[in-house]
């Protein structure tokens, strides 16, 4: 009937909601993450290319034309409190949801006999985390307290991108 006897968790972060009651015990479910990794990464919304084939240095204009919309996904429990705990533990520069914009212009040079690639887009935590579903019973008004009992429901492992504030432009010369 319930998933393994678990101690019960006890992350300030985790939202419960009462799932059941019956007679004075109440039923509360919550979802406890756990952040397995997060690396750092770039996620390119657009990219532009200049290759100079003169002698001399050129100015070269870039302007992004593509939007993409990164969000943070759970199979488990909600966005907004996965985004809650990854800017607790991975960074606080992390968002739930970032759309690129369109029409942000950067110049650069371009050496001679070279080649600028431009890429825009945002910057990102690839993420794995594992969410557990917990239900916890307790003789009282909310759960947390001595005397709750705590089962394990379900527990997914899973991956998000997890999109950060910190949006633009990154060149490099081939």
């Not at 109440?26 to 406890?32: A, M």
């Not at 990794?37 to 003169?54: E, H, I, K, Q, Y």
């Not at 001595?146 to 949006?167: D, I, K, M, Q, Y």
Request: hydrophobic share 35%.
């Amino acid at each position: 009937m319930y998933g393994p006897d678990i101690a019960c968790p006890t992350d300030p972060g985790i939202v419960w909601k009462v799932r059941a009651a019956s007679r004075n015990v109440l039923v509360w479910e919550g979802v406890n993450y756990t952040v397995n990794s997060a690396s750092p990464a770039f996620a390119v919304s657009d990219g532009r290319v200049v290759d100079n084939t003169l002698t001399s240095p050129i100015e070269a204009t870039f302007t992004s034309s593509v939007s993409n919309t990164y969000t943070v996904t759970v199979t488990l429990g909600t966005s907004a409190q996965l985004t809650e705990k990854l800017q607790s533990t991975v960074s606080v520069q992390i968002v739930q949801s970032r759309t690129t914009q369109i029409g942000i212009n950067a110049t650069v040079t371009v050496p001679p006999q070279s080649r600028v690639v431009g890429r825009y887009g945002v910057e990102v935590f690839n993420v794995a985390y594992t969410g557990q579903l917990v239900w916890q019973s307790y003789n009282a008004q909310r759960p947390g307290g001595f005397g709750g009992h705590c089962w394990e429901r379900s527990n997914v492992a899973a991956s998000t991108v997890a999109p950060t504030v910190l949006e633009g432009w990154r060149f490099s010369t081939s």
